[in-house]
C-alpha cells in the first residue's frame, strides 16, 4: 500500500498529504453490482476535496470496472437530486445513464476528483472484479467527519520519479 500511495503522491505533485489508512478491498461477483452511484463527501463522510483512486487488481471489461458521471453532468445530478428531492434509487438510475466504463488493465490505476459521481453497473460478465480504492486528502484541506492520524494518516515523502503512470479522469 506504501508504495502505491508514493505513487499517487507523485501523479497528484504532493509529497506530504493524507491517505485513507485502511483502503477499501471490493470483490464484484457476476450478477452483481457492488457501489450505487454517489460522490463520497455526500455518502460517507468524506471530505468534499478528496482525490479518489482506484486500483482493479483483475483485468476488466465494461461491465464490472468502475463507471464515472463527467464533472459537469455530476454537478447538474447532484442539483437536481437536492431540488427534486429524489430518492436514492431513482439518482442511481438517472446517473447510471450518464455514466461511461472506465476501461483499464489490473494495476493500472485511475485517479478522479470527488466532484465526479462514479459506481458499477451489474456485472453481466463472467469475471469477477478485484479492485482496491482508496481516498487521498492535501494537507490544508477539510477533513469532513473524518478523523486525521485515524482515518487518514500523513504521508510524508521526497518525490521520486517512477514508471508507472496514473490516468486522471
Not at 11 to 39: C, W
Not at 123 to 129: D, E, I, P, T
Request: hydrophobic share 35%; net charge positive.
Amino acid at each position: 500500500y506504501h508504495n502505491i500511495l508514493i505513487l499517487a503522491g507523485t501523479h497528484m505533485g504532493l509529497k506530504d498529504f493524507y491517505y485513507q489508512a485502511n483502503p477499501t478491498f471490493r470483490i464484484q461477483l457476476p450478477e452483481t453490482k457492488s457501489v450505487s452511484f454517489h460522490r463520497d463527501d455526500l455518502s460517507s463522510g468524506h471530505a468534499k476535496n478528496i482525490i479518489n483512486f482506484w486500483f482493479p487488481l483483475t483485468e476488466v471489461n465494461q461491465n464490472n470496472c468502475i463507471w464515472i458521471v463527467d464533472e459537469k453532468d455530476s454537478s447538474k445530478l447532484i442539483e437536481k437530486f437536492k431540488s427534486e428531492k429524489l430518492t436514492l434509487n431513482s439518482f442511481d438510475d438517472i446517473a447510471r445513464k450518464k455514466a461511461k466504463p472506465i476501461l483499464m488493465h489490473k494495476n493500472e490505476m485511475l485517479c478522479f476528483s470527488n466532484k465526479t459521481l462514479h459506481g458499477t453497473v451489474q456485472n453481466k460478465s463472467n469475471n469477477v472484479r478485484v479492485s482496491l480504492d482508496f481516498r487521498c486528502l492535501p494537507i490544508d484541506e477539510d477533513p469532513g467527519t473524518r478523523v486525521l492520524d485515524i482515518e487518514y494518516i500523513r504521508l510524508s515523502q521526497p518525490k521520486k520519479k517512477l514508471l508507472t503512470q496514473c490516468v486522471s479522469v
